[in-house]
């Protein structure tokens, strides 16, 4: 086998690249692989949350960051039986940076790889397809790449490869369902408009996020549906939501085939055990989120602190990490399943059920009231700006 780094991390999207860094610039010696050539992967998600954001100020990047493009969210709205309620707002956190910040998120790994080539012990390899675990004794030691070329692990291997990682070949998965699947799609701005706004109406959600100049959209419908959908035709689909969200503007000349509309298939579950001696799942790999409240990737995140927090020093010590997978687990299972629980609520009670009623939705009571009391618009926006238990840096920083 090859022998090739301290600490083999499986997967460059926003867990591994964030993990990379902070191991990276702890000293531990880190091999990143990724499976694409770049990061040049449209609609993956691209909300910065202002939680993942005191982490990069945490870092002394955050004027870096928020140099690059990006555009600021800093409430919500949702269209529920044809009238507009404000229902979150994050303007008064406490927090560097009281916004979401939409940046794409090849800019996001983009910024993440150049803070994480000014350390020494940091390697990023692309084209790197990672086929399986190569195991030794009971215990994963390396890892198999599509190519054949076999790789050591010398310490431990981190799984960061996503809601199709290979290590839920050999963990127990918990499927938790979703109602629904997702066309994303863009349109330009051709009437103007801010913020980020829900459009709820029977059988039909649309979700459209300002981009600057243009609408990153999104049409909810019901689980596998996105064939008969797309059999309806571009005509009928683009009807539907022209008379959804009529401040998009007349969209004959925008949308005129289904191939611009990108299906994803919404998934929520998790790993019953997120390690096993010599191997880590962090981010979707162990926990796949579904898009409600553009969480996922402030998550994925907040797993790479965790981890970095608890096992940095001792992988730079050279001590076995393996009793200390599980810490990592305990630490960010409960804000896991709290978000999931949550999630899950609002697919089942409220997108579920609205996908397929036949009649105006009466708003839930919450709605009205968040509107008229803007203090009430604070927790929201509490909740999806900071979440549930936020990670503060606490690994080591010697190769910085
Ligand atoms: C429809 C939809 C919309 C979403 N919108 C948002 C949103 O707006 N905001 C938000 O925060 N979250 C959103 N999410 C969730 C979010 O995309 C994920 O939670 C987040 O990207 C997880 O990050 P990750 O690094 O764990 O995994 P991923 O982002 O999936 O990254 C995994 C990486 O591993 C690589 N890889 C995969 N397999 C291999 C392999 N075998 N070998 C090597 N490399 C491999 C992949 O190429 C990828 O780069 C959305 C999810 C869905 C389904």
């Not at 954001?53 to 969210?73: N, W, Y």
């Not at 990023?124 to 086929?131: P, T």
């Not at 290979?166 to 863009?186: K, Q, S």
């Not at 701005?189 to 996020?209: H, T």
């Amino acid at each position: 086998m090859q022998d090739a780094a301290d600490l083999v991390i499986v997967g460059g999207g926003p867990a591994g690249m964030r993990a990379g860094l902070l191991f990276a610039r702890a000293g531990v010696d880190t091999l990143v692989l990724e499976k694409h050539r770049d990061f040049l992967c449209d609609f993956r998600g691209d909300t910065v949350h202002p939680s993942t954001m005191e982490i990069i100020d945490e870092l002394g990047l955050l004027d870096a960051f928020l140099a690059r493009p990006h555009q600021r969210v800093s409430e919500a709205t949702v269209r529920f039986g044809g009238r507009d309620y404000r229902i979150g707002d994050l303007r008064q956190l406490d927090t560097p940076s009281p916004f979401i910040a939409m940046m794409p998120q090849w800019e996001f790994l983009d910024f993440l790889l150049g803070a994480a080539c000014h350390c020494p012990s940091f390697t990023l390899e692309r084209e790197a397809e990672v086929a399986g675990f190569e195991e030794e004794g009971g215990r994963v030691g390396g890892v198999r790449l599509r190519d054949g070329r076999r790789i050591r692990a010398r310490r431990l291997v981190i799984a960061a490869d996503g809601r199709g990682s290979a290590v839920r070949r050999m963990l127990p998965v918990r499927t938790l369902g979703a109602p629904m699947d997702i066309f994303w799609f863009r349109v330009p701005k051709a009437l103007g408009g801010d913020g980020l706004r829900g459009v709820f109406d029977p059988g039909r959600i649309l979700v459209l996020i300002n981009r600057g100049d243009y609408w990153q959209c999104a049409l909810i419908f019901p689980k596998g549906q996105a064939e008969a959908l797309r059999a309806r035709g571009i005509k009928a689909i683009r009807g539907e939501i022209e008379a959804g969200a009529p401040e998009l503007g007349d969209l004959s000349a925008v949308l005129t085939d289904t191939a611009q509309l990108h299906l994803l298939a919404v998934a929520l579950d998790r790993l019953e055990r997120w390690s096993r001696p010599g191997l880590l799942a962090i981010g979707d790999a162990a926990h796949a989120m579904s898009p409600i409240g553009g969480i996922g990737i402030n998550l994925a995140i907040q797993d790479a602190v965790a981890a970095a927090n608890i096992l940095a020093a001792p992988l730079l010590a050279g001590r076995d990490v393996d009793t200390l997978l599980k810490p990592v687990e305990r630490r960010r299972l409960l804000p896991t399943r709290l978000v999931q629980a949550g999630q899950k609520f609002a697919q089942d009670r409220v997108i579920g059920a609205l996908l397929t009623a036949d009649r105006p939705p009466t708003p839930p009571l919450a709605l009205p009231l968040l509107d008229r009391f803007p203090p009430l618009r604070r927790l929201p926006g509490r909740m999806i700006g900071l979440g549930i238990r936020r990670e503060h840096v606490r690994s080591p920083a010697t190769s910085a």
